[in-house]
């Protein structure tokens, strides 16, 4: 089979490799769409204490069964050819935290295109007990995003939000995107948002929210004169800079919350005393539960979110010049490698029809 494997710092090639048999308790899926991720890029670039080379990325997909281990039991569902996606998270399901629904802090968590092989591949084996297969009629590009949505959904389920609240996302990336959309599942109607990507911040608009540029006095400034002075109840950053993440904090109310979504640097100085003063709760949100993916792929599936305009299909053998142009701040919303096609065909196959 063909794979796009990273061999060091933005270099990616594809080549021909073994082709994965099913352990008994796995299946093996061909692969329909592959998603890139914000957090990938940083494994690209050689940043990435979790990606090292030789490594296949990849850990948003959605397929079709290929093969089936020999323990994995009919009741399961999981015959060949059903269309599916995967929880890439894959845990022990016997800890602490997997036993009371925290199953993204289990200690043992491994993470497909990071410990494991991805899904930038034709085939990608995966246990059976993390594969979802989709409701009739979902589309398989849709179902590709199930991962991004639901780590957007942990995020807005934490913050605690409801109809009343005013709500700031710095970072019109797929998972910013996903968390305006959910924001306003939960009835949040004053939704800000913040980016630096002009594409980015359109896609943003367009979904309601109110963009907030930053001027000469930066992006909080902004916030202040959009809502009378006072900010906003909470603030979501899904970049992870030092910058946005202050630029979160100082956007939000005292009292309100500040939820730490993105994962772009490790160390970031805070005001503490003021955050002690003003009782500013600040939460780190990792992933996302079980549930939450489940969740997630249902409201894909009703249409109540997801993401149609800046997505870009391209095939597998196009993978190194897009995370390369990811890297370089293109405004794609989401790019969808597509193994098995070429330049000409990719995207053949969008509304779930096998080749």
């Given amino acids: 089979m063909k794979a796009l494997v990273y061999e060091a710092p933005e270099t990616m090639i594809l080549r021909e490799v073994e082709a994965p048999a099913p352990r008994p308790d796995e299946v093996v899926i061909r692969v329909a769409y592959s998603g890139i991720c914000g957090s990938e890029l940083s494994g690209f670039l050689g940043q990435n204490s979790l990606r090292k080379p030789p490594l296949v990325f990849g850990h948003e997909l959605s397929g079709w069964i290929e093969s089936v281990g020999k323990d994995v039991p009919a009741a399961a569902g999981l015959a060949t050819g059903t269309p599916v996606t995967v929880n890439p998270l894959l845990t022990c399901g016997q800890c602490e935290y997997c036993v009371t629904g925290r199953q993204q802090l289990c200690p043992q968590r491994q993470l497909l295109g990071a410990h494991l092989p991805g899904c930038n591949a034709d085939l990608v084996a995966v246990p059976a007990a993390s594969v979802l297969a989709l409701p009739d009629g979902m589309s398989l590009r849709d179902a590709a995003m199930a991962e991004p949505a639901a780590c957007a959904l942990r995020a807005v389920e934490t913050s605690g939000v409801g109809p009343a609240s005013s709500a700031?996302?710095?970072?019109?990336?797929?998972?910013g995107l996903f968390i305006l959309q959910i924001l306003k599942q939960y009835g949040v109607v004053e939704r800000f948002v913040a980016d630096l990507n002009p594409a980015r911040l359109a896609m943003a608009t367009a979904l309601g929210a109110t963009a907030v540029q930053p001027g000469p006095d930066g992006v909080t400034a902004a916030v202040l004169e959009a809502t009378g002075g006072r900010g906003v109840d909470v603030s979501f950053d899904a970049v992870g800079s030092p910058q946005t993440r202050r630029d979160c904090l100082s956007s939000t109310v005292?009292?309100?919350?500040l939820v730490l979504v993105g994962l772009h640097n490790d160390e970031t100085s805070f005001p503490v005393n003021s955050i002690i003063r003003s009782q500013v709760t600040l939460s780190g949100v990792f992933a996302y539960s079980t549930a939450n993916f489940r969740t997630a792929l249902q409201w894909l599936e009703a249409g109540r979110i997801g993401l149609r305009e800046g997505v870009v299909v391209a095939p597998l053998s196009d993978g190194p010049q897009w995370y390369a142009r990811l890297v370089g701040g293109d405004g794609a919303a989401k790019v969808l490698l597509?193994?098995?096609?070429?330049?000409?065909?990719?995207?053949?196959?969008k509304e779930g029809i096998r080749p």
Avoid: K, N, R
């Fill in 168 to 175: 700031l996302v710095i970072g019109a990336g797929p998972i």
């Fill in 254 to 257: 005292p009292g309100g919350d």
């Fill in 338 to 349: 597509q193994p098995g096609h070429d330049s000409e065909d990719a995207d053949s196959d």
